[in-house]
């Protein structure tokens, strides 16, 4: 063998695969080249050009609130969005991703609050403001480096926010259409009120959680002639038995409901009668221990409307009424109405023209209209430990034990809120048809997954009037006014647009800083006294409604948009939430939804199934995993989920995520090593000339792609990470 055959590399004579792809991925440092690379080059903007004379596809972004860094529910849906608008520009369709915030309201204003802490007691409506500003456009700020750091596309130098003020203006003029169309009305009707946050909040802003209230049963003694109930009760004491979990809503008692179809017993229980439903009886007997009762007579109710009972602690009294919302799961088959603190009762309180009373002041706090003085000043809630004693002492407790059950909760301070009467502003659902309007355009828009419709049309169908109005300083005023002079209030289309243009300039602000005068057209009458002295109301908008209003605010104005979006894609919770109040906007408007289709996601949850939250022990900042090991690794996990259920997380997920990737990864640098003295014009064999395998493998790849594809149309990521995977 010749010396130089002994010193020849045998390596040389292997054809191996070689690439620059390198093994090791370094994400971490990787990205941020990566993500200025694309800005740089400005690959989103040049995409779009591309497409800029093909079909538009929209997807309309949810705004998320300005307060606080961003958490795994807002990666999750930011991500989702971003596969759906690049598929569509890989495909040829004009997809422009315009991000927006949320930055109205109490999640802002609560924030504040906490900052300002004692120093808010001396500020005023427009520092409080002015300080809400500054916290929305900061946070803005930190999750729009937050989102880009995720990788995604979109309109990052020209987001649309709700508190710019052309947003600004056209919540207000979105207002003023629907007070154009009627739809809007003020009235004094129970609401779910907030204690801590002293304001009025939507159904979409209550969380329901387990609370322990009293449950009672009261009994309401007859002050009619017993033989008008029936002939077998002359000379006896009769009363009727009530239940309730809410003691401190008997001061505002003002009747008892019995449903009109019921059949009602007399029960004999020696030293007096109790009058309860036939229905219930065997409950009754049970849960309040009745041994020695028996029944006297069964009474229709028919004989018993109009009849009358003392109060058990006041000087009223209370007559027997009919109400269809009297039922026989629970209770007694009477119901203690007090329309200041009940949706049904408010309704049949409406009916029967009774007093709508309210003896409970922002604060939770009785009021001297309580009626008993021992009450007054006592919160609520802790009053109601007095009054069972009071009931008790007098002879009117019949029995009183703890009761668990789901009850509303502020989904901002997390405390129980109550059912307060109060002077606020409402959308009518019945005005215009909008109930029937919006349940019909429910209908006929696309839900994924499909039970989203049945979730938002429940939901819709029972709702209650949109309570609109909220008693806090952040926000865009309704820009009510009331008369000096007669107490009318005056909310007038065209007040609210002639306002709306001191707000294009100057930002909501422009209300605040203004007086009545100055903010009305000159010489503005009261159409009920003529008078011209105002005083303005300083209530703001339900964030919702402005939320609710984007189509209008962005979609309507910006042209690389469409007017109605093919697609919003949310959370679950928003079918009560932005699903839900932009619905009701747009078909009270526009008189169709803003939405061809409406995707939902799931919770992100812990490996047990519990929420993962800043609050769990094994909660790990993604800043921190994006830090260490890249934002890939999050988009992977994105996509490997089943989104229509709630997604898991923890650092087993991630540490398997890791291994899928470097196969990926790894897959992809031995075809680019085959691939490196591939030249296509050279080398491409036509598809008849390929061998077997050839065509087999080819064959393969066209399945994946179609199958891909459809995956993508259907919005089924998870499909796609599994198929290569």
């Known amino acids: 063998m010749s010396e130089k055959q002994e010193k020849r590399d045998y390596k040389e004579t292997l054809n191996l695969p070689q690439t620059d792809f390198p093994m090791k991925a370094n994400l971490a440092q990787k990205e941020p080249e990566l993500l200025n690379f694309w800005e740089e080059k400005k690959i989103y903007k040049a995409r779009l050009t ?19 860094s961003i958490h795994f529910g807002h990666i999750l849906n930011k ?21 927006g915030w949320d930055c109205h309201g109490l999640p802002i204003e609560h924030q504040v609050d906490k900052e300002l802490k004692k120093k808010k007691l001396a500020q005023d409506s427009l520092s409080i403001r002015k300080a809400c500003r500054e916290y929305a456009r900061r946070f803005v700020n930190i999750q729009k480096e ?108 003002v009747a008892l409901a019995i449903h009109p179809k019921f059949m009602y017993v007399a ?40 009849l009358k009972a003392k109060h058990p602690f006041l000087n009223r009294l209370s007559p027997l009424i009919f109400s269809e919302h009297v039922t026989l799961e629970a209770g007694t088959g009477i119901v203690h109405i007090a329309p200041g603190h009940g949706q049904e009762d408010y309704e049949v309180g409406q009916r029967y023209n009774l007093p709508n009373l309210n003896p409970v002041d922002p604060s939770g706090l009785f009021t001297k209209e309580v009626g008993v003085p021992a009450y007054e000043g006592q919160f609520v809630l802790k009053a109601n430990h007095q009054i069972l004693e009071d009931l008790k002492n007098s002879g009117h407790l ?50 994924i997954p499909h039970w989203g419709r049945e979730r938002i049309y429940g939901m819709v169908e029972k709702r209650p009037d949109w309570c609109i109005s909220r008693q806090r300083s952040w926000g865009v005023p309704i820009m009510g006014f009331q008369c000096q002079n007669c107490q009318h209030t005056l909310l007038d289309a065209k007040v609210l647009r002639h306002i709306a243009q001191g707000f294009r ?15 009305l057209p000159p010489n503005t009458r009261c159409p009920q006294c003529q008078a011209t002295s105002w005083i303005k109301e300083n209530d703001i908008l339900d964030v919702w409604f402005d939320s609710g209003v984007s189509f209008a605010a ?100 991630l540490a398997r995520l890791k291994e899928s990737y470097r196969k990926i990864r790894n897959t992809a640098r031995f075809l680019l090593g085959n691939l490196q003295d591939f030249d296509p014009v050279k ?43």
């Open 50 to 68: 591309q497409n800029q004379n093909k079909e538009k596809f929209t997807l309309h972004d949810g705004p998320p609130y300005a307060n606080g």
């Open 79 to 99: 991500v989702l969005k971003d596969f759906i608008v690049k598929y569509q520009n890989l495909k040829g369709n004009f997809s422009a991703y315009v991000p």
């Open 146 to 253: 937050e989102f880009k750091r995720l990788g995604i596309f979109g309109h990052w130098e020209d987001p649309y926010l709700t508190m710019n003020y052309d947003y600004e203006a056209t919540i207000a003029e979105e207002l003023a259409t629907l007070v154009e169309k009627g739809l809007v009305y003020k009235g004094a009707k129970p609401v779910h009120w907030c204690t801590h946050c002293r304001t009025a909040l939507a159904e979409a802003e209550v969380e329901y959680e387990q609370h322990v209230s009293p449950s009672i049963y009261v009994k309401f003694e007859s002050v009619s002639n017993p033989e008008t109930i029936s002939k077998k009760l002359k000379d006896r004491k009769v009363s009727y038995l009530i239940w309730t979990t809410t003691p401190w809503t008997l001061p505002a008692n």
């Open 267 to 306: 029960l004999d229980m020696g030293d007096e009668v109790y009058l309860v439903a036939e229905g219930l009886l065997d409950q009754l007997r049970q849960k309040l221990n009745l041994q020695e009762e028996r029944i006297l007579d069964r009474i229709p109710a028919s004989q018993l409307e109009g």
């Open 398 to 447: 019949i029995k009183y034990q703890e009761f668990s059950h789901s009850y509303p909760h502020c989904w901002r301070c997390k405390k129980p809120v109550i059912f307060r009467s109060t002077p606020q502003y409402f959308i009518s659902m019945q005005k215009n048809e909008l109930r029937s309007k919006a349940l019909e355009a429910i209908r006929q828009s696309e839900w």
């Open 505 to 519: 300039q100057n930002g909501a602000d422009y209300y605040f800083e203004k007086e009545a005068e100055e903010l």
């Open 554 to 653: 962005v979609l309507e104005k910006r042209e690389e948009l469409k007017d109605q979006a093919d697609l919003y894609l949310e959370g679950s919770d928003q079918h009560r939430g932005w699903f839900h109040s932009s619905l009701l906007a747009s078909v009270a408007s526009r008189d169709r939804a803003p939405y061809k289709a409406v995707l939902t996601h799931g919770f992100v949850v812990d490996k047990d199934g519990k929420k993962y939250s800043k609050s769990a022990k094994n909660y790990t900042p993604p800043e921190k995993l994006i830090k260490a090991s890249g934002a890939e690794l999050l988009r992977l996990w994105v996509a490997a989920e089943d989104y229509r259920n709630d997604i898991r997380f923890s650092n087993e997920i």
């Open 683 to 725: 080398h491409h064999i036509a598809y008849e000339k390929r061998s077997q395998l050839d065509r087999w493998a080819y064959g393969q790849l066209q399945g994946l792609i179609k199958k891909t594809d459809q995956a993508f149309k259907n919005y089924e990521f998870h499909t796609i990470y599994h198929t290569l995977n």
